[in-house]
């Protein structure tokens, strides 16, 4: 969002289990605020330990990125937009991307890390991302949980629940070239999906448009 910070709200501490409780509900008006006034907002969440994003930004990540691009092209999707995505600019993609689709699945991590790493595989990549998905998996449901109790709507959050599916997208961005502070890596668009998470990683230049 240009121009103006982006709400932040605290989540550290809270956990699905402390539902209900005074810290919940009011960790939940902040989010119906938040989330209701503008569509987003930052989340604050010591769940993720330091370790798990130094090993995931850091020799996982640059791993599979390595990777040669006939590698990657077997994260391939019939659905467009849903698999790999390689740079083009003649599209304005300045970035490459991987997607797992039901990331929260050790069974579909498995897979594909043996798409990336055939035949056997890469335990770390799945052992660390898999950490990492558990710990956004949590934030997501508590964000969710508190979305459908402020709508008052709570007798249909298990149908809501069961109906979920966890997506992750993994995305190298390009470095601004010939001294240019800032450029545009990805078109302006819109998710269609209810909620995304997003993790930045050293550089900074998410722009959000609100509601409004």
Partial sequence: MMGSEIRKIDFSGLEMKKAGTKEWVEVRGEVDGGAGNAGFFEA???SVSME???ELFG????????LPPDIKMRNHSDKPLQGYIPRSSAKGFNYESL???????????SSFSALMWPPNGNPTFCEVVGRYVGNMRELEMMVRRMVVEALGVEKEWESLEKSVVYGLRMTEYDAPVNHR?????MPAHRDIIVMT???QQEGRGLEIQNQG
């Fill in 59 to 66: 020799p996982v990540l640059k791993e599979l990125f390595a």
């Fill in 44 to 46: 604050v969440y010591d």
């Fill in 99 to 109: 997607k797992v689709h039901d990331a929260s699945s050790d069974s579909s991590l």
């Fill in 181 to 185: 502070e800032t450029m545009v890596t």
């Fill in 197 to 199: 998470i997003i993790r």
């Fill in 52 to 54: 798990t994003l130094e």
